[in-house]
Antibody, heavy 117, light 107 residues
Framework: QVQLQESGPGLVKPSETLSLTCSVS????????WNWIRQPPGKGLEWIGH??????NYNPSLKSRVIISADTSKNQLSLNLNSVTAADTAVYYC????????????WGQGTLVTVSS | AIQLTQSPSSLSASVGDRVTITCRAS??????LAWYQQKPGKAPKILIH???SLQSGVPSRFSGSGSGTDFTLTINSLQPEDFATYYC?????????FGGGTKVEIK
């Protein structure tokens, strides 16, 4: 059973970089697609991007500010989002994409990141 | 980007009711549509993929239908544990996008 766990700072200052890690167990990050998805408080879901075997695909709305990477030795994913503003305050989820650019069948519990000075 | 419009944005229903939620795409997406259920403070859970395929372990009272631009999630005989927010998601093209959600509340 695939399990995912997000971790990282819960508070980030405006203009700084948001950095999160997703630890994956029960599956290899080398063999599947892995999404990052976020949800502002009380709002809907937004796909940030995904990574597969080192290749990434990003939402154009965030592409200039986001980097998704993978550490295969630790079986971990990372999300970096720079120049954050209050609009980036959200619960951030990592999730496994079933077949690449499709739907997500396993999700982490999510981590709330607040952007505030 | 393909936009998904869900209706209604919220509804009130009673246990045992049949509930229908609609998702309309801004362009044709064939059968590349999924439905999720989300409860407060929890991650979304996949219910249905490829319009009408029930994810393993999901009760059969959930069903999906549609094609092209218009899709429907139906919950037959609503149960107490079904009160939640439901989202559709398209995977026809990047960026992957979600509908705005439909909150199903207790009447």
């Amino acid at each position: 059973q695939v399990q995912l766990q997000e971790s990282g700072p819960g508070l980030v200052k405006p203009s700084e970089t948001l950095s999160l890690t997703c630890s994956v167990s029960g599956g290899s990050i080398n063999s599947d697609y892995w999404n990052w998805i976020r949800q502002p408080p009380g709002k809907g879901l937004e796909w940030i991007g995904h990574i597969y075997s080192g290749t990434t695909n990003y939402n154009p709305s965030l592409k200039s500010r986001v980097i998704i990477s993978a550490d295969t030795s630790k079986n971990q994913l990372s999300l970096n989002l720079n120049s954050v503003t209050a609009a980036d305050t959200a619960v951030y989820y990592c999730a496994r994409d079933v077949r690449g650019g499709s739907y997500s069948d396993h999700w982490g519990q999510g981590t709330l990141v607040t952007v505030s000075s | 980007a393909i936009q998904l419009t869900q209706s209604p944005s919220s509804l009130s229903a009673s246990v045992g009711d049949r509930v229908t939620i609609t998702c309309r795409a801004s362009q044709g997406i064939s059968t590349t549509l999924a439905w999720y259920q989300q409860k407060p403070g929890k991650a979304p859970k996949i219910l249905i993929h490829d319009v009408s395929s029930l994810q393993s372990g999901v009760p059969s009272r959930f069903s999906g239908s549609g094609s092209g631009t218009d899709f429907t999630l139906t919950i037959n005989s609503l149960q107490p544990e079904d009160f939640a927010t439901y989202y559709c998601q398209q995977f026809k093209s990047y960026p992957l996008t979600f509908g705005g959600g439909t909150k199903v509340e207790i009447k």
